[in-house]
């Protein structure tokens, strides 16, 4: 039994129930061990939580590097590139809804501590966006621009739960049009 099947066990189950819906005896069973064979490798279930949410902005971010790290004609090509590729809820949906979970909706006892870290997930990212668009807006206008598309990509992660993928698709597609209109 390694730490990480604990993990791929208990992210479904956290993504699907939330932190509080799960209990420590489902990843147990799900992984075929007793309930206190866990705490071989996790102190709580607190510290099994935050080694998958670190884990899933590690995997986000990577992502996010491959984007930064393909050739683009234009800046906005890659900043569309950067978008599609955040908003593309289809992939790794488990990990998606998993991170949408933890940021919307954190475990109380540990929502202080996540936030922190969010920051500094948030400020990776803000400095990928913010190399691309370096190339041709000036501090203030990017600052605003980072802003929107923060502000959309919440909105987009909810809204993907909500609407068929169709519908979806033109609401991505609405917001990308008005984050372009601004460059």
Not at 19 to 44: M, Q, R
Not at 156 to 179: G, I, M, N, P, V
Request: hydrophobic fraction near 45%; glycine fraction near 4%.
């Amino acid at each position: 039994m390694s730490g990480q099947r604990l993990k791929d066990a208990a992210l479904p189950l956290f993504a699907e129930q939330g932190y509080e819906g799960t209990a420590l005896s489902e990843i147990a069973k799900a992984v075929g061990i007793k309930t206190p064979s866990i705490y071989a490798h996790f102190a709580s279930k607190e510290a099994l939580f935050l080694e998958i949410y670190r884990d899933v902005m590690r995997h986000e971010l990577l992502m996010l590097e491959e984007v930064v790290q393909e050739k683009h004609a234009t800046m906005e090509t890659e900043l569309r590139a950067f978008f599609y590729k955040v908003t593309d809820f289809g992939v790794n949906p488990q990990v998606k809804r998993f991170f949408q979970r933890a940021i919307f909706f954190p475990p109380q006892s540990l929502a202080k501590q996540m936030r922190e870290e969010m920051m500094t997930y948030e400020a990776m990212t803000s400095k990928s966006i913010g190399a691309i668009l370096g190339k041709k807006l000036g501090a203030a206008q990017k600052e605003k621009w980072v802003f929107l598309f923060y502000c959309l990509l919440d909105g987009l992660s909810l809204e993907h739960e909500t609407y068929s993928q169709e519908d979806f698709a033109k609401r991505r597609d609405a917001a990308w049009e008005a984050l372009a209109a601004l460059l």
